[in-house]
């Protein structure tokens, strides 16, 4: 695996936003799949949150990916 080939660098990642109002320092949304994660009908599924250095099978170059 490229090391270059991590979240920050992903044309699904979000930078420097969360699903609440409490945004982490070198972390974001991976919007490659829905929102996940809905315990009750009326709330609202969550995006996963990971780390800017973080990677996964899906990456996909955002320099590639417009
Ligand atoms: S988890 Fe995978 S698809 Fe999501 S932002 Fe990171 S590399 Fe991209």
């Known amino acids: 695996m490229s090391s270059n080939a991590t979240c920050n660098a ?3 990642y979000e930078n420097h936003v969360a699903n609440t109002q409490k945004v982490s320092e ?3 949304l991976c919007r ?3 929102p ?4 009750e009908a009326n709330a609202r599924g969550l995006w ?4 800017a250095t ?4 899906h ?6 990916a417009a």
Do not use: L, Y
């Not at 996940?36 to 315990?39: E, I, M, N, S």
């Open 10 to 12: 992903c044309a699904f």
């Open 26 to 28: 070198n972390a974001g």
């Open 32 to 34: 490659f799949n829905p």
């Open 36 to 39: 996940v994660t809905q315990p």
């Open 48 to 51: 996963p949150v990971v780390s």
């Open 54 to 57: 973080d990677w996964c099978g």
């Open 59 to 64: 990456f996909a170059d955002e320099r590639k």
